[in-house]
């Protein structure tokens, strides 16, 4: 069974979440480990996906504003991916932000996985840039307003 939940930055999961976000996102780049880590992150909210003990699929959010913000480092283990986990994933994030009063969210993506996002309801907008000798896009989307107002979830670890 998949389970999603909320880890803290530099609690015990971290390790294992940037381990696979370098194996996803920055090894077949030819970087080294190490270069997935970004500055914003310990500022971030860190979503996993878990099977048993093992982390399948991650995604982060940095607050800009109480309204706003950015959705990067999304990974889903290569054995997982096409199977639906990525949306899951996803759209936990997006629901647990609509709750909090998030309005709009921005990311950049690779050009090879902007169908995802588009399955996903973001827009691309303006031209590609180059980042780490590869092509990204902008691409956004607004929440409908939501009455509901939570916090950002609380840190739990299982
Ligand atoms: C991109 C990624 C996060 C998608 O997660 P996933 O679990 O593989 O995707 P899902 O199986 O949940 O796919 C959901 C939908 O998006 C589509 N989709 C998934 N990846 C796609 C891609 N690269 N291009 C176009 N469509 C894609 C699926 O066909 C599916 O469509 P459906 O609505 O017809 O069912 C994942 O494949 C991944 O981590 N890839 C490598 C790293 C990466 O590129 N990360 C994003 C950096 S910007």
Redesign the pocket.
């Known amino acids: 069974m998949i389970k999603f939940r909320f880890i803290a930055p530099n609690g015990p999961d971290y390790a294992a979440e940037r381990m696979l976000r370098w194996e ?2 920055r090894k077949p780049l030819g970087m080294p480990p190490g270069s997935e880590k970004l500055p914003e992150e310990d500022q971030s909210f860190h979503l996993i996906a878990s099977i048993g003990k093992k982390i399948v699929g991650c995604v982060c959010f940095f607050p800009e504003t109480e309204t706003n913000g950015r959705i990067f480092q ?3 283990s290569e054995e ?8 899951q994933l996803f759209q936990t994030l997006e629901r647990s932000l609509i709750k909090q009063g998030v309005r709009d969210v921005y990311l950049y ?2 050009s ?5 996002y588009q ?1 996903m309801g973001y827009s691309g907008e303006g031209d590609l840039i180059n980042r780490f000798g590869e092509m990204y896009r902008l691409m956004k989307k607004a929440f409908p307003q939501s009455s509901q107002q939570e916090i950002f979830p609380t840190y739990k670890e299982a």
């Open positions: 996803v996102l999304m990974a889903v997982y991916q096409g199977r639906g986990l990525g949306r993506v690779r090879e996985s902007e169908g995802f399955r």
